[in-house]
């Protein structure tokens, strides 16, 4: 199928229904441009919390900072807004804003081709479409990482990643393992404690946790709220604020925000783990930080209950019937749960995907994962991704970050409609300049503090932005157009990272 196609009212197919996609669907919309396709994978939108329905799901960013900023929700039941709730609110403004009757459901995008000025993409569903421009709206850590244990496929019992929740499997009484202790393995830890028979929880570096107090909203705290979107603004702002000054600044430099981080975070380690073996069992060597902090208020409490015990001797291998430490140790589970993360750096693939001259992006990303200001590919001309590599991610609302990216995508798009761009794509100069910079601010962050998190990619660099989100907001305001070609280059440029061109 071809799309109707005009300068002003380009066709813009957006991948993936998730808070981002939504988002990016919204507000194309508002800037006049109706000709949009979603496609969503699943049968239904909400991306991380569709597919995240464990025990204790719960976003750790307060609830009424964690929302768009267009539509406030006087409804949150908690500060700390639980799984359930922030699926309805996103199928709620989803609808209201009339994106869920737009999404193609159930259809994946396989193909993702740029040749004669399009993009030419096939379905899973074997339709065809040819569009101006695509967002791959696809996330960050939706690929499950499997741990490569020996003798994990042998193991006899009930086995699921986190992200994989198994709800046939009832845990009351039973005996579980976890493999992984952080943020996903902590909200587990803290709720299936309370019913399981004995929960062995297999820590291989210990974590920094955060006492964040949650709070329960009362009718009347509600009540406030509702049909006073200037007073919800007010408070997101403030925990906004609050976040940034504290937590932002601490990892990206902030000598007294660390100093009081990490003095706060070790006095919660103190304060609530008297047991001093258990608490030297429990203590990072590393900075604060380093990893993503563990927000939680009652983890040390689950850690302590008689029916939990912590396993800090290495996993040898995993067995027919549980987990085998290296002391020979063979710990008999019922129920064994993977709390081992995500691939992050996996993006909009697996995909199909090529751009200008047939390069495809596991090419172009052979040496390195890296974009342009997170967003522009070189070579993948009207392509954006968002929340790409070096997005401000960590402790701070990623919903926050997607209304700045969109925005500044839509300056571009309107850029191209103002027939000022032939066609939006950033040179590999930029990019490298770009890559360059973010590099040089590394060095004060404390994600090369010595440890090793999912922040990092295979050189051992942060893919994180390391400086204030400030100046993030303020680089991202208006796109500098002297960044991108202004008429599509007649060759394709060597890739380089940002290292090789130094
Ligand atoms: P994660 O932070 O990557 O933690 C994975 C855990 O599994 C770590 O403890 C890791 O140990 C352990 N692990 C991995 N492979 C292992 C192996 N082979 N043997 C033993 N242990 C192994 O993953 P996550 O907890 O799912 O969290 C990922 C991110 O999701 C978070 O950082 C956060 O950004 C996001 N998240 C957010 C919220 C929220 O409330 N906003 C909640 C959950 C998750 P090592 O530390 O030794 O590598």
Redesign the pocket.
């Known amino acids: 199928m071809t799309h109707s196609n005009s300068r002003k009212n380009p066709s813009v197919a957006v991948i993936g229904a998730g808070m981002t996609g939504i988002l990016m669907a919204i507000k194309l919309r508002e800037a006049g441009i109706t000709d949009i396709t979603i496609l969503e994978k699943a049968e239904k939108i909400g991306g991380t919390w569709r597919e995240n329905t464990y025990p204790g799901?719960?976003?750790?960013?307060p609830a009424h900072m964690y929302t768009y900023s267009f539509k406030g929700n006087p409804e949150w039941r908690h500060r700390?807004a639980h799984g359930d709730e922030i699926q309805s609110y996103f199928e709620k403004v989803s609808s209201e804003y009339g994106v869920t009757d737009q999404v193609r459901f159930n259809e994946s995008l396989d193909e993702c081709h740029y040749r004669d000025g399009k993009w030419h993409l096939t379905t899973s569903k074997g339709n065809d479409l040819v569009v101006d421009f695509v967002v791959a709206a696809t996330g960050i850590?939706h690929h499950p990482?499997y741990?490569?244990?020996q003798g994990l496929d042998s193991y006899q019992g009930d086995m699921f990643h986190?992200a994989r929740w198994n709800h046939d499997v009832n845990l009351e009484g039973k005996r579980v393992g976890i493999?992984?202790?952080?943020?996903?393995?902590t909200?587990i830890i803290c709720e299936i404690s309370k019913t399981a028979g004995h929960l062995t929880v297999?820590?291989?570096?210990p974590?920094w946790i955060f006492n964040l107090a949650d709070k329960d909203y009362s009718e009347a705290d509600k009540a406030r709220l509702r049909g006073n979107q200037g007073r919800m603004a007010k408070l997101a702002n403030r925990y906004a604020f609050i976040m940034r000054n504290s937590f932002t600044a601490a990892v990206t430099g902030g000598k007294v925000s660390h100093a009081l981080i990490s003095w706060l975070a070790n006095r919660n380690l103190r304060k609530n783990v008297r047991d001093p073996e258990l608490r030297a069992k429990l203590t990072p060597d590393y900075k604060v930080g380093c990893?993503?902090l563990v927000?939680s208020s009652t983890f040390f409490d689950a850690i302590q209950r008689d029916n939990v015990s912590l396993e800090t001797t290495g996993?040898e291998r995993i067995s027919e019937q549980g987990v085998v430490t290296s002391d020979g140790t063979e710990h008999e589970l019922d129920v064994l749960i993977l709390?081992?993360?995500?691939h992050p750096f996996n993006f909009m693939r697996p995909m199909n995907l090529t751009g200008r001259g047939g390069v495809s992006i596991d090419e172009t990303w052979s040496r390195k994962v890296q974009a342009y200001r997170s967003l522009c590919l070189p070579g993948y001309p009207n392509f954006f991704l968002m929340l790409g590599p070096n997005s401000p991610?960590g402790n701070y609302s990623v919903i926050s970050m997607s209304e700045v990216q969109t925005q500044y995508v839509l300056k571009l798009i309107d850029q191209w409609r103002q027939g000022n761009l032939e066609t939006v794509e950033a040179t590999e100069e930029a990019k490298t300049r770009f890559n360059a910079y973010l590099k040089a601010g590394m060095g004060k962050t404390v994600w090369v503090g010595g440890c090793?998190?999912?922040y990092l990619d295979a050189d051992g660099d942060p893919a994180m932005w390391p400086y204030s989100w400030e100046q993030w907001v303020k680089e991202l305001e208006e796109p500098d157009l002297d960044d991108f070609h202004r008429v599509v280059p007649a060759k394709i440029e060597p890739l380089k990272t940002a290292e090789e061109a130094a």
């Open positions: 799901v719960a976003c750790d960013v700390f850590l990482a741990p490569d244990i986190t493999i992984g202790t952080g943020s996903t393995a909200q297999f820590q291989r570096t974590q990893k993503r927000m996993i709390a081992t993360g995500f991610i090793q998190s999912w």
